[in-house]
Nanobody, 126 residues
Framework: VQLQASGGGLVQAGASLRLSCTAS????????SGWFRQAPGKERELVAA????????YYTDSVKGRFTISRDNAKNTLYLQMNSLKPEDTAVYYC????????????????????WGEGTQVTVSS
């Protein structure tokens, strides 16, 4: 299974971006999935996650009210809508998923996820 991430870019503070992560399998719609980010000199952190059922959603405190994670099952695609971007959101963003974990919610630990997309750079200028 491959995950293809896209949608990063260079924007000004206050702008919006939508990241996409498309999977090569239709069963992706049932996998717990999330978006991590890693800023220079910092550890990778979970930004948002969505359970396999879609019933559990997690956001790190710094993005609550600004970012929205969602999934389009028909397109096998996970999204991260990012609004009101701030310079501190600058990072490489990665999508991640845990295959065949249909009943799981999510994890904040990157080692729990076994599928990763390549990173997409998001740069927010002030």
């Amino acid at each position: 299974v491959q995950l293809q991430a896209s949608g990063g870019g260079l924007v000004q503070a206050g702008a919006s971006l939508r990241l996409s992560c498309t999977a090569s399998t239709r069963t992706f719609s049932t996998y717990p999935s999330g978006w991590f980010r890693q800023a220079p000199g910092k550890e990778r952190e979970l930004v948002a996650a969505l359970s396999g059922s879609g019933g559990y959603i997690y956001y790190t405190d710094s993005v609550k009210g600004r970012f929205t994670i969602s999934r389009d099952n028909a397109k096998n695609t996970l999204y991260l809508q990012m609004n009101s971007l701030k310079p501190e959101d600058t990072a490489v963003y990665y999508c991640a998923s845990r295959s065949a974990a249909y009943r799981a919610t999510y994890s904040r630990t990157e080692g729990w996820y076994d599928l990763w997309g390549e990173g997409t750079q998001v740069t927010v200028s002030s």
